[in-house]
């Protein structure tokens, strides 16, 4: 889904933009506000107290992220698979990467690979916040999480990969000959082949790693699913359950004695306050 050197014949704006590039750029621009508006709400209320809502709308958010990376890594497999077969030809995307790509770049159709960074960079943002939204899941529990360390992990790992696409794009959007970051080498390697390599197997790479750390995040988070539920008063099948460290609590508590009461006076067998049947008659 990356714009590589060499691809500029496939986004020229001579090619006609549909209604549906344009819807299809629209919702996919506005599902990555949406994530993101999701992740503020969370973070601002994660600090108050506990509300089930908190927790469902979490986990809708680490779907769609993970939904949104499995569409964007197979992009880049393809990718791979193409220059295996093609390694001296230009760059290639799916065709509902160009579809979108057509519609995000109206924004300035006289700059063709403005559209694919744009793509490329909204793409990695709804990855990186389906990752946030596992670090805000495990927020509230008080043990330290193996989900919690390997999405932490990814946190910082996507987050160094979003900025590399944001200052392709805005070199790109700033008048640029060429996308400026570290997978073009700072615009030192010329257009051609060796770019083209280069750029295709750097975010190749980049994008394995970063799928295999959310992989795991998402696989311990699966097994610690019970702790992370019990945060939030819930249950696997929805009841309340208490929250952790308290469950012995109700067990282990005594009823305070009374000032001056001996201790255990308080306490009553089982059964102690009942009167057989009639015994109240008899008195």
Not at 129 to 148: D, E, F, P, Y
């Amino acid at each position: 889904m990356d714009h590589k050197p060499g691809m500029h014949e496939m986004h020229e704006m001579g090619n006609s933009v549909s209604t549906v590039d344009t819807l299809g750029a629209v919702f996919f621009i506005g599902l990555t506000v949406a994530m993101w508006a999701a992740v503020v709400v969370l973070a601002y209320a994660n600090r108050g107290p506990v509300r089930p809502w908190l927790y469902r709308t979490a986990v809708g958010l680490i779907g769609v992220g993970v939904v949104g990376q499995i569409g964007h890594f197979q992009e880049h497999i393809a990718q791979a698979i193409y220059w295996i077969a093609h390694p001296y030809s230009n760059a290639w995307m799916t065709p509902w990467a160009n579809s979108f790509a057509r519609g995000m770049g109206q924004v300035d159709s006289t700059k063709p690979s403005l559209g694919m960074e744009i793509l490329h960079l909204t793409g990695n943002l709804i990855f990186l916040a389906g990752l946030v939204g596992i670090m805000l899941i495990t927020r509230r529990v008080s043990s330290q999480l193996q989900s919690r360390k390997w999405a932490r992990m990814g946190v910082w790992m996507q987050g160094i990969h979003g900025v590399e696409h944001l200052v392709l794009t805005v070199s790109v959007a700033l008048g640029a000959s060429r996308a400026i970051g570290l997978s073009t080498w700072f615009g030192a390697i010329d257009p051609g082949v060796a770019l083209t390599t280069y750029r295709v197997w750097w975010h190749f790479v980049a994008n394995l790693v970063g799928t295999a750390i959310l992989g795991m995040a998402i696989f311990h988070l699966w097994r610690e699913k019970r702790s992370v539920k019990a945060a939030y008063d819930l249950e696997p099948d929805g009841d309340v359950l208490p929250l952790p460290g308290t469950e012995h609590r109700a067990v282990t508590e005594q009823p305070t004695p009374a000032v001056g009461q001996p201790v255990g006076a308080a306490q009553q067998p089982v059964g102690a306050a009942q009167q057989p049947v009639g015994a109240a008659a008899r008195e």
